[in-house]
C-alpha cells in the first residue's frame, strides 16, 4: 500500500476505520409524490385540512382529526416573511453561497408557513412582512430544493411591501 493509513496502534489495541452504512430508497407516498411532482413542473401546491387550512409543504394527515387530506390547493408563487434571521457566513451545503436570510415564509394562500431561504442581497433589505417570491432552480426534480430560494418583490398585487 502507499501511504494509505489502515488503522494505528493504541496501547495494546489495534484501531481500524470503520464506515456502517445503510443504503436504501424509499417511496414518500402519494402526497409528497404528488408535492414533488407539482414542484418540479413549477408548480406551488398545498393540502387544504377539515379546518379550512391550507398547508405548504402538504399536510398529508388532518392535525385536528387525523385523518387523510385529500383536497389539494394551487398556490402562487409569492408569500411573505414571517420571521426570519440572518446567514452572515453561508456554509458549504447551504442553498446559497453569499449571505442570506433563513425565513419562515407564508405563501399567499397558504396558513402554515415553511422554512427557506431569502436572497435579499443585505441584511439591511430584510424586513418582517417583506413581499418575496419564488426564485426556481435552473434544474429541477431533487424535491422542495427545486426552490432555489425567495427573493424580495414590491410590486405584489395585494401583496406585502
Known amino acids: 500500500m502507499s501511504g494509505a493509513s489502515i488503522g494505528s496502534l493504541h ?3 489495534f484501531v481500524a476505520p470503520l464506515e456502517v ?3 436504501y430508497s424509499r417511496t414518500v407516498g402519494t402526497a409528497l409524490s404528488r408535492f414533488f411532482t407539482s414542484l418540479k413542473e413549477g408548480r406551488l401546491e398545498g393540502t387544504k385540512g377539515s379546518d379550512g387550512r391550507v398547508y405548504f409543504p402538504p399536510a ?7 385523518e387523510q387530506l385529500t383536497e389539494w390547493v394551487t398556490l402562487p408563487e409569492t408569500g411573505h416573511v414571517v420571521t426570519w434571521a440572518w446567514q452572515s457566513t453561508p456554509a458549504p451545503d447551504q442553498p446559497l453561497d453569499r449571505p442570506f436570510a433563513w425565513a419562515l415564509i407564508a405563501l399567499d ?17 430584510m424586513s418582517t412582512g417583506m413581499a418575496v417570491k419564488v426564485r426556481w432552480a435552473a434544474e429541477r426534480g431533487n424535491g422542495i430544493t427545486d426552490i432555489a430560494c425567495f427573493e424580495p418583490v414590491s410590486d405584489v398585487p395585494g401583496g406585502r411591501s
Open 11 to 13: 496501547g495494546d489495541s
Open 21 to 23: 452504512a445503510y443504503p
Open 60 to 66: 398529508e394527515f388532518d392535525p385536528q382529526t387525523g
Open 109 to 125: 394562500g397558504a396558513d402554515v408557513p415553511l422554512l427557506h431561504a431569502v436572497d435579499a442581497g443585505s441584511i439591511d433589505a
